[in-house]
């Protein structure tokens, strides 16, 4: 689920039915149906609230279904391709720069330019299918979960440089991160547990 900016709906991801369901927030009410791709997973709504973007989780052709996210009927814009089994994504605060988690070929993020939607970087494999992205407050750093490796990599935003790497539990597949950015959580999927890292002291002498 991902609420839009100004509050006044949300996108659900129907993972079985091949769309995204788009509602009214004030009234529950569902106001369209976007067909995307194959297991449609994460959403992440970005250029002022005005496009949309899913993952397409099971897509054979390894894309990203983008649609119109402010106004009926919620029209498909086009297809992102070229990232293997993309499952969450998130977006900057000024909604120009969308990351994306990439939990095929080793696992990783990409960067897409919503101005242009296009795929305009992406990190290395991370080594062990990343699933959940954080960003941090100030957005100097993205978070991901490696889930196989059992991992939590810490990268800088800009460059995608991995400047810390940490032991995530069994099956690291969810990411959050304070509002003060002073501490993180991640979720682990066979003891559905959580625990706290403190930011600040961990990447000081690391910081860009």
Known sequence: IRVAPDEKRFYVAYWRSQNVGVFKARTLKRQAL???GDKPRG????????????CNFGEARQSI????????????LRTIRGLPHARHAVASRDRCIVYVSIFGVGGGIARIDTKRDRVVARSRP??????TLALTPDERWVLAA????????????????EVARYRAGVFPLGVAVAADGRSLWTAEESHVRAWALALPSALAQKAP
Not at 43 to 54: E, L, M, P, Q, T
Not at 126 to 131: A, D, Q, S, V, Y
Not at 146 to 161: I, Q, R, W
């Open 65 to 76: 279904t983008v649609f119109r996210a402010n106004r009926r009927p919620y029209p498909v």
């Open 34 to 36: 976007i067909p995307t």
């Open 126 to 131: 991370l080594c062990g299918h990343t699933k």
């Open 146 to 161: 490696n889930y196989d490796a059992g991992t939590l990599s810490v990268l800088t935003a800009d460059s995608f440089e």
């Open 43 to 54: 959403i992440a709504i970005a250029a002022g609230g005005r496009k949309g973007y899913v």
